[in-house]
């Protein structure tokens, strides 16, 4: 019994909330409403949380002896040998038995985009983090395939390409903070833990940071008063002061207080961050479906 506990954990259910990302079609193009749209973006929801539930064990397998190194990873059920290498593998298996054909099964358009992040995934375990940028890249691309899952699996009309384009640089920005976050932590021993770390520097990070907090914020702005749902009289732009406080609130926790390792330990504890994220979802919703 204890054995699932710890698989669970390596699966990261407190991460699946990255894949609301594919709520983005329905939301954005005016289905929240429709009940086979819903049904079939939740299910759709919930085979990509067991998939990047697969990615994170695969990613921990081959992690395992340098998670053993980090102050915190080392903790994790894998590397401290609570869970076993065999039955790690096993979970994996049966994880990648039920995902796929069931994705298919769904719609072979997602499926195809499923096996995609999954293969992306993978070479990024093995191979793509470790080239500096590259590896906060693919980051932002799994953001964008969650975006394009979400939009594959109904029949879209009106879905605004501005937020492919504002998905993607929030996916870097989170990515960024990531990094920057774990310099800070590890200091001189990253690049001993995560080689790409040595590929990077403070100063470069936060620079990169705010050319990535400004084109956004301009993203999302653009995304506000040109996409064909938002009501003519512009009223989706209320919702730009939400996202400057809660992009301005990340910057402000991995610069001042220096965390952001995890960011979906900010969303899910943070105060200020979850009311900036409600009221931004609350006015949006309002903007759309009922005004």
């Given amino acids: 019994m204890k054995q699932l506990t710890y698989i669970l954990k390596t699966m990261r259910p407190r991460q699946w909330a990255k894949n609301v990302f594919i709520f983005a ?18 299910i759709a929801f919930l085979l990509f949380c067991l998939a990047s539930s697969l990615v994170y064990i695969v990613n921990d397998l081959v992690d395992i002896e340098s998670d053993r190194q980090h102050p ?8 401290s040998g609570q869970l076993t290498i065999k039955n790690a593998v ?4 049966v994880l990648f038995l039920l995902v796929f054909p069931a994705a298919f099964v769904l719609s072979p358009a997602f499926g195809w985009i499923i096996s995609s992040y999954f293969v992306l995934m993978v070479m990024y375990s093995l191979w793509l983090k470790h080239i500096p940028l590259i590896d906060v890249l693919v980051i932002a691309a799994g953001f964008v395939i969650r975006v394009t899952a979400g939009l594959v699996i109904i029949v879209t009309k009106r879905f605004s390409p501005w937020l492919f384009v504002a998905t993607t640089f929030l996916a870097l920005f989170i ?3 990531k990094r920057r976050a774990e310099i800070q932590l ?7 833990h995560r080689k790409v770390l040595d590929g ?15 084109t956004t914020l301009m993203t999302y702005c653009l ?10 009289n512009h009223s989706m732009m209320l919702t730009i002061p939400f996202v400057i406080y809660g992009l301005f609130r990340y910057l402000y926790l991995i610069r001042i207080k220096n965390i952001g390792g995890a960011p979906e330990e900010i969303v899910l504890t943070d105060r200020p961050m979850q009311a900036a994220v409600g009221l931004w979802g609350v006015t949006v919703l309002i903007i759309l479906y009922l005004l």
């Avoid at 929240?32 to 819903?38: A, D, E, R, T």
């Avoid at 915190?72 to 590397?79: A, G, I, N, S």
């Avoid at 096993?90 to 298996?93: E, F, K, R």
């Avoid at 995304?223 to 003519?232: D, K, L, M, Q, V």
């Fill in 72 to 79: 915190d990873k080392r903790h994790r059920p894998l590397p």
């Fill in 25 to 42: 079609a329905l939301v954005f193009d005016g289905q929240l409403s429709n009940p086979q749209s819903l049904l079939v973006t939740t």
């Fill in 90 to 93: 096993i979970a994996a298996v």
């Fill in 223 to 232: 995304y506000t008063f040109s996409a064909e749902i938002t009501p003519g």
């Fill in 200 to 214: 990077y520097s403070l100063e470069l990070l936060d620079q990169l940071l705010t050319i990535v907090l400004s």
């Fill in 175 to 177: 990515g960024l903070g």
């Fill in 186 to 192: 590890l200091e001189a021993i990253a690049g001993t």
